[in-house]
């Protein structure tokens, strides 16, 4: 059975940070593949104003992915009823690919309100959640519950609200992003409308 990882987020825009940690999530075999769940509408962040359009971040995040193997986008909650909620997210992807073993990989700001998610319980149950670490979040490794990891990945300070601003402004974000990433901002011009 494939083990895939589910990293879910807005990806506003998906930069280096992202690729970075996936990228090391497969190379240390945390699973055999990884896909970005691009989602429209997170139920915790009202709709933002700086929010690029849904098949626009959709399609940079697949630009971004298409030069790495294991890497995937999964566009699956456009499809499901919004906002998305990720145990119904992980339901249907389980119907839709019975070979793959689902793993969640969530930051540890995630983790840390991971009570509030909708079914978290089922979400424990059911499925390996892998948590990667963030600058201000601290985790403890050794209070996680079982079927819980949290990843020796570096930390990769790399904010999409400030790659936002610099862009905003005019400035240069292309050491923050992907090079083909930046080429298709800098041409659509995306965050300076």
């Not at 589910?6 to 999530?25: C, K, T």
């Not at 790399?158 to 080429?183: H, Y």
Request: proline share 8%; hydrophobic share 35%; net charge negative.
């Amino acid at each position: 059975m494939i083990r895939t990882g589910i990293y879910g987020g807005s990806f506003n825009p998906i930069h280096r940070g992202h690729i970075e940690l996936a990228e090391f999530i497969c190379r240390n075999k945390y699973v055999d593949e990884l896909w970005f769940l691009v989602s429209p509408q997170n139920p915790f962040k009202e709709k933002a104003t700086d929010l690029l359009d849904d098949h626009r971040r959709l399609e940079l995040a697949r630009i971004a992915a298409e030069e790495y193997p294991n890497l995937s986008v999964c566009d699956l909650e456009f499809r499901l009823p919004r906002p998305s909620y990720m145990y119904k997210t992980l339901e249907a992807l389980e119907q839709e690919y019975p070979d793959r073993k689902f793993v969640l990989i969530i930051g540890a700001d995630n983790w840390l309100a991971f009570d509030r998610w909708a079914e978290y319980r089922t979400l424990l149950k059911r499925y390996e959640i892998l948590v990667f670490p963030r600058n201000g979040y601290p985790v403890d490794p050794y209070n996680m519950p079982k079927g819980v990891q949290l990843l020796p990945s570096p930390i990769i300070d790399i904010s999409a609200t400030e790659i936002r601003q610099r862009l905003k402004n005019g400035g240069d974000a292309s050491n923050l992003l992907p090079p083909k990433v930046w080429e298709q901002i800098q041409k659509e011009q995306d965050y300076n409308k």
